[in-house]
């Protein structure tokens, strides 16, 4: 079974541009939770979607937002870039979600902001 | 949100017991512990997780605390691909939201 993906890999952007990044879960999984990795915060959880529907949200600003389609694979859009939205996007997929199911990980997107 | 404290780094050496220690002492009674490695370049990768009793899969065990503030990862016998960042990541309010501490890199010596 194919694994998360999450494209593109690698992305530049310069600051106020805006970006989408995309995720496609594992095939049945319905839960896609996005996370943001730095190296001085580490992983923090952004927001988790279901069934097209926003579940959960971290403590992010409204630049930062998501949705998912019907065949469950999601986006994640941040307008207004600045330097400090450089980091390592991680989508994670899970069947159901609500804290009980395995978290699959996709390799992640790497976003640079100039 | 929860606070995820772990040792920032430990040292094993080859075929021997590993435990990495995580506190997490304001998780609530229904969440599960959650525990990923990453290595460089590379997404988390699922380890384990549990509730309350000690679990155990074909990569590692893990052994709760009764109080469940604290738990422990044993990889039974360490070996070289072991080496990785691992992290401690306790659920939040019956959700898919993870709290993950710093991580703790585990170095394998030869």
């Known amino acids: 079974k194919a694994g998360v993906t999450q494209t593109p890999r690698y992305l530049i952007k310069t600051r106020g541009q805006q970006v989408t990044l995309s995720c496609s879960p594992i095939?049945?999984?319905?839960?896609v939770s996005w996370y943001q990795q730095t190296p001085g915060q580490g992983l923090q959880f952004l927001f988790e979607y279901f069934s097209e529907t926003q579940r959960n949200k971290g403590n992010f600003p409204g630049r930062f937002s998501g949705r998912q389609f019907s065949n469950s694979r999601s986006e994640m859009n941040v307008s207004t870039l600045e330097l400090g939205d450089s980091a390592l996007y991680l989508c994670a997929s899970s069947l159901q979600g609500g804290g009980t199911d395995t978290q699959y990980f996709g390799p992640g997107t790497r976003l640079t902001v100039l | 949100d929860a606070k995820t404290t772990q040792p920032n780094s430990m040292e094993s050496n080859e075929e021997e017991p590993v435990h990495l220690p995580c506190n997490h002492s304001t998780i609530s009674g229904t969440d599960y512990i959650h525990w990923y490695r990453q290595l460089p370049s590379q997404g988390p990768e699922y380890v384990i997780h549990g509730l309350t009793s000690n679990v155990n899969n074909r990569m590692a065990s893990l052994a709760i605390a009764e109080d469940r503030k604290s738990s422990t990862l044993i990889l039974h016998r360490a070996t070289l691909r072991d080496a990785a960042v691992y992290y401690c990541a306790p659920g939040q309010g019956g959700s898919e939201k993870l709290v993950f501490g710093k991580g703790t890199k585990l170095t394998v010596n030869p």
């Open positions: 095939s049945g999984h319905r839960s």
